[in-house]
């Protein structure tokens, strides 16, 4: 990977001698970057700073594990030997959920990190937390070109036309689909089914020997995809965007029509439901037991790679109804925040990292060694994406789907303070659908009903 431009070595220098100068005395720091001495003319103390021998440390928090983690420290110890003004230490803190704990527990106190990654549905409440400095500023600051990343990533994380945080690893849903069943079924192994209606009818025509068409894992994610895919809010209020959002509209037709087409499959035994664990539905796929099912563009390497010598693996876009409005995915996935209970030193020495995340030839590695999307449209340029996409062709769908995504407040996706758990919530109102303890609508209806107390109740404790 290239260095940093000598430029950013010399804002993050900047930085550190403003916090060194101000305990010498009052500084002022200019919008151009220069400090001014409130002391007299005549004091030495701009003389007796020195320059500093320890470089800014910066602590990340991050919740990659296994081989992602592996990519992670590759990415800090690339930045860390290409200058020598900050230093990062990448430490895991275990699942999105467990890291974001961590970090409420920490916000009185100095013992949390100068950066962290947070799950996209935790955006809402770092806003709210008031615990962070807008990335938005560092941006203005520096004149950063945000024009050279991409706009369908970017949306999300913006709220009221500010960018809160930088978006680190990106993923959509896309179908997955077992070629060789195709063709054995007498269907067309490159044309996969794109609509609610197709892939009904296709997982029909793949259901025999005792094996399923299809299997979508009971998760929440997917649901919140199937809105943005018809062009529908998940939330009022724009999506919560526009204002706070105040009531959930997951019983609306979109969310109906999805789940009464779900639970007819699985009615009619063309579609199994395996619960709510993705991982169970890439196991049975990767063991011919279905054809069919949905996974996030992050699992394409390996599934692919699960699949080698067993079948062909084909991937197609996110399936809708065939009347749905002009819509898309929405990116998933997590973001950076800068932390504002740190020195300012350290709040750019964050930032300085977060450029470097961004180089495309960081994001082209990033995607190579973890199927994430690169954030950087250059990286597309670069010769290891090329050899990869020759590699895993499949991964052009998600390329092709993120890029068509039509930008509105549904794409941009929901925001909330009670994300988290109006996710489980939905999970358990399709598995009552599946199961057949309630109706779908009255799954949604009370699903709805839940998630808009739980909104109310959050925002009474937002000042």
């Given at each position: 990977?290239?260095?940093?431009?000598?430029?950013?070595?010399?804002?993050?220098?900047?930085?550190?001698?403003?916090?060194?100068?101000?305990?010498?005395?009052?500084?002022?720091?200019?919008?151009?970057?220069?400090?001014?001495?409130?002391?007299?003319?005549?004091?030495?103390?701009?003389?007796?700073?020195?320059?500093?021998?320890?470089?800014?440390?910066?602590?990340?928090?991050?919740?990659?594990?296994?081989?992602?983690?592996?990519?992670?420290?590759?990415?800090?110890?690339?930045?860390?030997?290409?200058?020598?003004?900050?230093?990062?230490?990448?430490?895991?803190?275990?699942?999105?959920d467990e890291s974001i704990n961590k970090m409420k527990a920490s916000m009185d106190t100095k013992s949390g990190p100068s950066l962290i990654q947070v799950y996209e549905i935790g955006s809402r409440f770092m806003i709210d937390s008031k615990a962070i400095t807008p990335v938005?500023?560092?941006?203005?600051?520096?004149?950063?070109?945000?024009?050279?990343?991409?706009?369908?990533?970017?949306?999300?994380?913006?709220?009221?036309?500010?960018?809160?945080?930088?978006?680190?690893?990106?993923?959509?849903?896309?179908?997955?689909?077992?070629?060789?069943?195709?063709?054995?079924?007498?269907?067309?192994?490159?044309?996969?089914?794109?609509?609610?209606?197709?892939?009904?009818?296709?997982?029909?025509?793949?259901?025999?020997?005792?094996?399923?068409?299809?299997?979508?894992?009971?998760?929440?994610?997917?649901?919140?995809?199937?809105?943005?895919?018809?062009?529908?809010?998940?939330?009022?209020?724009?999506?919560?965007?526009?204002?706070?959002?105040?009531?959930?509209?997951?019983?609306?037709?979109?969310?109906?029509?999805?789940?009464?087409?779900?639970?007819?499959?699985?009615?009619?035994?063309?579609?199994?439901?395996?619960?709510?664990?993705?991982?169970?539905?890439?196991?049975?796929?990767?063991?011919?037991?279905?054809?069919?099912?949905?996974?996030?563009?992050?699992?394409?390497?390996?599934?692919v790679s699960g699949a080698e010598g067993k079948f062909q693996v084909g991937t197609g876009p996110l399936p809708k109804p065939s009347d749905a409005k002009e819509g898309g995915v929405v990116v998933g996935g997590a973001s950076l925040y800068i932390l504002n209970n740190k020195s300012e030193a350290e709040q750019q020495g964050a930032w300085e990292f977060i450029k470097f995340l961004t180089n495309p030839q960081t994001q082209a590695w990033w995607n190579v060694n973890t199927g994430y999307f690169p954030i950087t449209k250059k990286a597309y340029d670069e010769q290891i994406i090329k050899d990869n996409l020759t590699k895993y062709p499949q991964f052009q769908t998600a390329i092709d789907q993120l890029h068509k995504t039509k930008a509105n407040t549904a794409t941009q996706g929901a925001v909330m303070g009670v994300f988290p758990e109006a996710r489980q919530i939905v999970e358990t109102a399709i598995e009552e659908a599946l199961t057949g303890k309630k109706a779908p609508k009255e799954a949604l209806d009370n699903a709805a009903k839940s998630i808009t107390e739980k909104i109310g109740a959050y925002n009474k404790t937002v000042k």
């Open positions: 990977m290239k260095s940093l431009k000598t430029r950013s070595s010399i804002l993050a220098m900047t930085a550190i001698m403003v916090l060194l100068t101000s305990a010498c005395g009052k500084a002022e720091t200019t919008t151009s970057g220069t400090t001014t001495e409130s002391k007299p003319a005549t004091s030495t103390a701009a003389a007796d700073v020195k320059k500093p021998t320890e470089p800014v440390k910066v602590i990340w928090w991050h919740s990659m594990s296994g081989e992602l983690g592996k990519a992670v420290d590759k990415l800090v110890a690339d930045f860390n030997g290409s200058q020598k003004n900050v230093q990062v230490e990448a430490v895991f803190q275990g699942t999105y938005q500023k560092f941006v203005d600051a520096d004149k950063f070109d945000l024009s050279q990343l991409e706009e369908n990533i970017l949306n999300y994380y913006k709220v009221d036309g500010k960018l809160n945080s930088m978006p680190f690893n990106t993923s959509n849903p896309i179908l997955y689909y077992n070629k060789d069943m195709f063709k054995a079924a007498g269907l067309d192994p490159e044309k996969p089914p794109t609509t609610y209606e197709e892939i009904a009818n296709t997982s029909k025509a793949l259901s025999k020997d005792g094996k399923s068409g299809s299997s979508f894992a009971i998760y929440g994610w997917f649901m919140e995809q199937f809105f943005a895919n018809q062009g529908v809010e998940f939330l009022n209020n724009g999506n919560g965007r526009t204002a706070a959002a105040t009531e959930a509209l997951v019983n609306n037709d979109a969310g109906v029509k999805t789940l009464t087409w779900w639970k007819e499959m699985v009615d009619s035994k063309t579609s199994a439901n395996l619960g709510r664990k993705t991982d169970d539905t890439k196991k049975a796929f990767l063991a011919g037991q279905i054809a069919m099912t949905l996974d996030s563009t992050a699992s394409l390497r390996g599934i």
